[in-house]
């Protein structure tokens, strides 16, 4: 069965789209041999390495399927004439949607509960949740995800408090109330939610500092960027009980994990997956009662997949024809349209 995204490029190009399940990296960019444009996913890898060899097969355009751009190296792509752009937004409202449901499964015990019920046990031992309403949640990023999730937490009846860089003003008319620094923000909330961008100044933005300034009993979502949260550092805060509970969608080291089943063997000797196939650190979070894992998915709804497919095609279309069809905010690096 083929994807939205397949579905909507082969519909857009007909006999002109080759479709390859390998994720990009070194070994694989010859495949892109004899295309003009190649188009990559969140964790595909866009380093220097891997943009010259696909520059040598004579790529002159990568089209992101994705609004993270941290795989790609920019400088490496305008050196060798490759325009880069990427889905600048395609469905906030689903990312705000997971980021709330994450925070609502593990407070009222959803998975713990569910699991017992399987099993014929409908005891209410240990399920105890708080109520949302009242509740102090801080909300680091106010871009369009950050005040789709702001809008229904303050229906809820949550005192929503924000750390941004540029405030906005449509947040602050909704009742958001801004602080000015994390530090600030971090020990007065029940909830803390991540919505920014990974760059050199917000890698490892929740590190064992940070996080120890957390509020006590406190929860910790993030559905931005892996790499937002420092992974080891996370794990100490578990232990030593700094936080209750986290929800993470993403996680610093996803690529070559995420996006693929490692559940069954990969190999021809029988058996599961092999220990190659696993991280090891991820898996000790993900076992955690207190900690619930989703496979970067936030992103995905019908409506999402479809805008990113559309965008992705009038993306492409501009590269080909060289002229501007739509809105700006996609192109990321200065080489100009045309090929």
């Not at 229906?155 to 009742?175: H, N």
């Not at 971090?186 to 300034?213: A, G, Q, W």
């Not at 995420?258 to 069954?264: G, L, M, T």
Request: glycine residues 10%.
């Amino acid at each position: 069965m083929k994807t939205t995204q397949t579905r909507v490029l082969e519909a857009s190009f007909p006999g002109r789209v080759r479709c390859v399940e390998a994720a990009l990296d070194v070994a694989t960019a010859p495949l892109a041999a004899g295309s003009n444009a190649v188009c990559l996913f969140v964790n595909d890898d866009g380093g220097a390495d891997v943009v010259n060899a696909l520059a040598d097969q004579g790529v002159r355009f990568i089209a992101m399927r994705c609004a993270g751009f941290d795989r790609i190296d920019l400088d490496a792509c305008a050196a060798r004439g490759i325009a880069v752009a990427r889905v600048p937004a395609y469905s906030p409202y689903a990312v705000a949607e997971h980021a709330i449901a994450l925070m609502l499964a593990l407070n009222r015990q959803l998975i713990k509960s569910n699991a017992r019920v399987l099993q014929g046990n409908y005891s209410l031992s240990g399920l105890v949740g708080f109520d949302m309403h009242g509740k102090t949640v801080g909300v680091v990023g106010t871009g369009k995800i950050g005040r789709c999730v702001a809008a229904p937490l303050i229906g809820m009846g949550c005192k929503v408090l924000a750390y941004d860089l540029y405030p906005s003003d449509e947040a602050i008319a909704m009742g958001v109330e801004y602080v000015d620094t994390i530090e600030e923000l971090l020990p007065l909330c029940h909830i803390v939610t991540l919505h920014c961008p990974l760059n050199e100044s917000t890698t490892h933005l929740m590190d064992e500092r940070r996080l120890r300034l957390m509020r006590p009993g406190s929860m910790l979502v993030n559905t931005s960027r892996g790499a937002l949260v420092d992974s080891a550092a996370l794990a100490k805060a578990l232990d030593e009980r700094v936080i209750a509970c986290v929800g993470m969608d993403v996680y610093e080291k996803e690529a070559g994990v995420f996006f693929k089943d490692s559940s069954e063997k990969t190999d021809d000797v029988s058996g599961s997956s092999v220990g190659a196939d696993w991280d090891f650190e991820l898996a000790s979070l993900a076992s955690r009662p207190n900690v619930l894992v989703t496979g970067h998915q936030a992103f995905l709804t019908a409506e999402a997949l479809e805008n990113i497919a559309t965008t992705t095609v009038e993306n492409l279309l501009e590269f080909e024809s060289g002229v501007k069809r739509g809105e700006g905010g996609a192109y990321l690096n200065g080489v100009g349209l045309g090929h």
